[in-house]
């Protein structure tokens, strides 16, 4: 089950790598925040649980292979958050992503809690999306 959720979540951890610096230069251009919160990892989260969801429908496990699928990308899509925190927390750049002052408070807070602010909301989307598609299958 996780080679199989590793697959799953290469293409969105790949996409993830792209929207963190994205979203980094774009606040740096003074893009207004309103904008700029419209791309972020929650958003992209929600949108590949419901993407796992339909591949996972007819899996024989679905809501763990999600779970996995979760485990697996959260984690992996906040290492350019805690990086853009510390490029920003060294020269004082001022964005958001400086609101911890030690490493120990970025790494609990971007890769443990951040993680955990995707991993709920993603699968509690993904699961919803599983049991409607089942209901419209039959």
């Known amino acids: 089950m996780f080679k199989f959720a590793l697959g799953l979540s290469t ?7 792209l929207v963190t610096p994205t979203r980094f230069f774009l606040e740096l251009a003074g893009i207004p ?7 972020g990892l ?3 989260t929600l949108i590949c649980s419901v993407y796992w969801a339909k591949k996972l429908v007819d899996y024989e496990s679905p809501h763990l292979a999600l779970l996995c699928c979760l485990l697996i990308f959260s984690p992996i899509s906040r290492v350019p958050v805690f990086i853009l925190w510390w490029i920003t927390n060294k ?17 609990i807070g971007q890769l443990f809690y951040g993680s955990l602010i995707q991993v709920v909301p993603g699968f509690i ?4 999306t599983i049991a409607v598609l089942r209901l419209t299958a039959e």
Do not use: C, K, N, R
Not at 11 to 17: L, N, R, V
Not at 125 to 128: H, P, R, Y
């Open 11 to 17: 293409a969105p951890i790949f996409i993830a790598q």
């Open 125 to 128: 989307v993904g699961s919803i």
């Open 91 to 107: 020269w004082e750049i001022g964005t958001h992503y400086d609101i911890f002052d030690t490493w120990t408070q970025a790494l």
């Open 42 to 44: 929650l958003w992209l």
């Open 33 to 39: 925040d309103v904008y700029v919160f419209l791309i």
